[in-house]
Structures are given as structure tokens and as C-alpha cells.
């Protein structure tokens, strides 16, 4: 059973930085594709940016220019670092995994994180 874990959220003014973490418990994290979802309040849970067991990444265009994700299968953590951060990015940010490759449909994962908050406000 895997177990993900999120960190690094909080309150920033618009055009800051911030780096999430999700560590990983269980499992074989280095085979797992691992995403970044997002959820603003009324709205439905969409995909940010992920990476696959082998390091091919996709990201939304919201992503594009502004979100980078890596991982580190040593410490079995995967980051997202958000930077140039604009109101709408305000969400609950949750990680995901599954088997090795990438997708963007949230329906695909198994395993997920119980969210971080991240809220963007001058």
C-alpha cells in the first residue's frame, strides 16, 4: 500500500514562489508515474503536471513557463515547484501515483495524498 504525503503549502502574494513536496511510503516509488492535481473550491480536481516512472513529463497549459516537476527515487519524494504563482492558482494541491506511466485523467490513480493548501492572495 502506498502512502503519499504532502507539504510545503501555504500563503503567498501573487508572483511568489513555492515548492510543494509529496513524499512516498510503500510501494516501489521508482516505478510509479506521479501527478500533480490541483482543486479549486466548486470546481472539479484537475491535472497540474506529472512525471513518468521514467521521467517523461506532461504538464497543463497552465503549467507551461511557470511549474516544474522533478523526483528524487532516492528519497522517494516527487516536488513541484510553482513559481510566478497568480491568484487562480489558489487550490488544494494533491499528489497521485500509479503504475509507471503517465496520464492526465485523475481516474487513472490509485494512490493519493490528502492535499496541501495553497492559496495565492496580495
Known amino acids: 500500500q502506498v502512502q503519499l504525503v504532502e507539504s510545503g503549502g501555504g500563503l503567498v502574494q501573487p508572483g511568489s514562489s513555492l515548492r510543494l513536496s509529496c513524499a512516498a511510503s510503500g510501494g516501489t516509488f521508482s516505478s510509479y508515474a506521479m501527478g500533480w492535481f490541483r482543486q479549486a473550491p466548486g470546481k472539479e480536481r484537475e491535472f497540474v503536471i506529472g512525471i513518468s516512472w521514467t521521467g517523461i513529463i506532461s504538464s497543463a497549459d497552465s503549467a507551461k513557463g511557470r511549474f516544474t516537476i522533478s523526483r528524487d527515487n532516492a528519497e522517494n519524494t516527487v516536488y513541484l515547484q510553482m513559481n510566478s504563482l497568480k491568484p487562480e492558482d489558489t487550490a488544494v494541491y494533491y499528489c497521485?501515483?500509479?503504475?509507471?506511466?503517465?496520464?492526465?485523467?485523475?481516474?487513472?490513480?490509485?494512490?493519493w495524498g490528502q492535499g496541501t493548501q495553497v492559496t495565492v492572495s496580495s
Open positions: 497521485a501515483a500509479r503504475d509507471k506511466f503517465l496520464t492526465t485523467e485523475s481516474k487513472n490513480y490509485g494512490y
